[in-house]
């Protein structure tokens, strides 16, 4: 039998909880997937706390949301949270998006967090052998959310930060939304105890099938589809590519290429697997070689906000997408779009793109692409060349039918919310 979050009754809190709605989130397609509902909650004029977690503070600049970081948090400013996180930031390359001093507090709390709770010697060791996958700040969360009185935490299903959220509202008795981005393959490990969230939204039926297979609630599990997709087929989005590619001068007869690079560390953070941290560059290194060698094509490269990769100038008809630049703009401009587990490969499959997805990330089986019909697989990046040449490109490009975007997946979770929202207005 799984073991529950330990919970403590609503009510604990609920006596003078007229406080925010108070979201957490990682970089990239997490904080992508809640901007749009924070958007209509503040239109609503409720009050909204957002926690932007490494690169998502960068992402909500751009779209002009107000967020906190890991230095509003309680005892950020702390000597001791400050000596761990300048040591534990000391060998970080410079140029990030990530601020130094949010990047501090975040090592600094996490890490404290840690000692806390296994003692310096363990901790020290739990931080060798496991690096960031090692944080679990409940206790941060717990003592931030006491002070903040939250009316209810919503996160993704990420782990780290926005599980402790969720672990700790669940101790506290704050109710809680669990928004799972895609599949959740890995994470339903840990959402699918009972008590983690008051409710998880996700992306369509056949997701919601795997979660109630795993134990969870039918009540519990609401299909709401991924608001950072609902952008992707409407006639603006197609106005704004077909703008794009003008502007950039791709001619009407070139075959346009997206590499949509990504993070590949050499373990899995919750899985027993070994990764290839060389493996996107190889992949980049075969596109270049390729385009090189066949004129009518042309590549883009797109890195992942968390990379630390300097783009290598120079090579005709290569050129880089800045993380400033309109994504769903740029999967209507290109033609072919090649991920390895990126989201984006979901993304570019429901605007019509043909998506090619190189095998052999340690998230490989995460997003198995292939396998639901969205991608091609390509067993390795030295078989990019063979793939490519072997497409049968769409004389035109019709987008994908698919049940999530029937509905505002945005509208779908502000329902969710305001439904746990209204014991609490009573």
């Given at each position: 039998?799984?073991?529950?979050?330990?919970?403590?009754?609503?009510?604990?809190?609920?006596?003078?909880?007229?406080?925010?709605?108070?979201?957490?989130?990682?970089?990239?397609?997490?904080?992508?997937?809640?901007?749009?509902?924070?958007?209509?909650?503040?239109?609503?004029?409720?009050?909204?706390?957002?926690?932007?977690?490494?690169?998502a503070g960068p992402y909500l600049e751009r779209a002009g949301?107000?967020?906190?970081?890991?230095?509003?948090?309680?005892?950020?400013?702390?000597?001791?949270?400050?000596?761990?996180?300048?040591?534990?930031?000391?060998?970080?390359?410079?140029?990030?998006?990530?601020?130094?001093?949010?990047?501090?507090?975040?090592?600094?709390?996490?890490?404290?967090?840690?000692?806390?709770?296994?003692?310096?010697?363990?901790?020290?060791?739990?931080?060798?052998?496991?690096?960031?996958?090692?944080?679990?700040?409940?206790?941060?969360?717990?003592?931030?959310?006491?002070?903040?009185?939250?009316?209810?935490?919503?996160?993704?299903?990420?782990?780290?930060?926005?599980?402790?959220?969720?672990?700790?509202?669940?101790?506290?008795?704050?109710?809680?939304?669990?928004?799972?981005?895609?599949?959740?393959?890995?994470?339903?490990?840990?959402?699918?105890?009972?008590?983690?969230?008051?409710?998880?939204?996700?992306?369509?039926?056949?997701?919601?099938?795997?979660?109630?297979?795993?134990?969870?609630?039918?009540?519990?599990?609401?299909?709401?589809?991924?608001?950072?997709?609902?952008?992707?087929?409407?006639?603006?989005?197609?106005?704004?590519?077909?703008?794009?590619?003008?502007?950039?001068?791709?001619?009407?007869?070139?075959?346009?290429?997206?590499?949509?690079?990504?993070?590949?560390?050499?373990?899995?953070?919750?899985?027993?697997?070994?990764?290839?941290p060389t493996l996107p560059s190889r992949i980049e290194a075969?596109?270049?070689?390729?385009?090189?060698?066949?004129?009518?094509?042309?590549?883009?490269?797109?890195?992942?906000?968390?990379?630390?990769?300097?783009?290598?100038?120079?090579?005709?008809?290569?050129?880089?997408?800045?993380?400033?630049?309109?994504?769903?703009?740029?999967?209507?401009?290109?033609?072919?779009?090649?991920?390895?587990?990126?989201?984006?490969?979901?993304?570019?499959?429901?605007?019509?793109?043909?998506?090619?997805?190189?095998?052999?990330?340690?998230?490989?089986?995460?997003?198995?692409?292939?396998?639901?019909?969205?991608?091609?697989?390509?067993?390795?990046?030295?078989?990019?060349?063979?793939?490519?040449?072997?497409?049968?490109?769409?004389?035109?490009?019709?987008?994908?039918?698919?049940?999530?975007?029937?509905?505002?997946?945005?509208?779908?979770?502000?329902?969710?919310?305001?439904?746990?929202?209204?014991?609490?207005?009573r």
């Amino acid at each position: 039998m799984m073991s529950g979050i330990e919970q403590t009754s609503p009510s604990v809190l609920s006596a003078h909880q007229a406080g925010p709605i108070v979201f957490v989130a990682y970089g990239g397609g997490h904080v992508a997937m809640l901007a749009p509902v924070v958007r209509a909650l503040i239109a609503r004029g409720r009050p909204v706390v957002v926690l932007a977690l490494t690169t998502a503070g960068p992402y909500l600049e751009r779209a002009g949301i107000d967020y906190i970081g890991y230095r509003n948090l309680p005892d950020a400013d702390s000597e001791e949270v400050l000596a761990y996180g300048r040591r534990l930031t000391a060998e970080l390359p410079a140029g990030g998006e990530v601020p130094l001093a949010e990047s501090i507090a975040y090592m600094g709390l996490n890490y404290r967090e840690l000692v806390s709770c296994h003692g310096s010697e363990a901790a020290a060791q739990l931080y060798a052998s496991k690096g960031r996958q090692a944080f679990l700040p409940v206790g941060l969360f717990e003592r931030w959310f006491a002070q903040v009185r939250p009316a209810l935490v919503v996160a993704t299903n990420s782990p780290r930060s926005e599980q402790a959220a969720f672990e700790a509202a669940a101790r506290l008795g704050i109710a809680s939304i669990c928004a799972v981005d895609i599949f959740g393959l890995q994470e339903i490990q840990w959402i699918r105890k009972p008590g983690y969230a008051s409710r998880i939204c996700v992306l369509n039926e056949q997701v919601k099938e795997m979660f109630l297979a795993q134990g969870c609630q039918a009540e519990q599990v609401v299909v709401t589809g991924n608001p950072a997709f609902e952008r992707l087929q409407q006639d603006e989005a197609r106005a704004a590519g077909h703008s794009l590619r003008v502007s950039k001068g791709w001619a009407a007869d070139e075959t346009v290429l997206l590499w949509a690079s990504q993070v590949e560390p050499e373990q899995h953070p919750f899985a027993d697997r070994k990764g290839d941290p060389t493996l996107p560059s190889r992949i980049e290194a075969s596109l270049r070689r390729f385009v090189s060698q066949n004129a009518g094509y042309r590549l883009v490269v797109r890195y992942h906000p968390s990379e630390r990769v300097t783009f290598e100038q120079g090579q005709e008809r290569v050129e880089l997408s800045r993380g400033s630049e309109d994504l769903v703009a740029l999967l209507h401009a290109v033609d072919v779009v090649v991920v390895m587990s990126s989201t984006v490969g979901l993304e570019a499959h429901l605007v019509g793109r043909p998506v090619l997805s190189v095998s052999g990330s340690v998230f490989t089986a995460d997003a198995p692409y292939g396998q639901m019909g969205i991608a091609t697989d390509v067993p390795s990046a030295d078989q990019l060349e063979a793939a490519l040449l072997s497409m049968d490109l769409p004389t035109s490009q019709t987008p994908c039918s698919n049940d999530a975007l029937a509905t505002s997946p945005t509208n779908n979770l502000v329902n969710v919310i305001e439904s746990l929202l209204e014991p609490v207005s009573r």
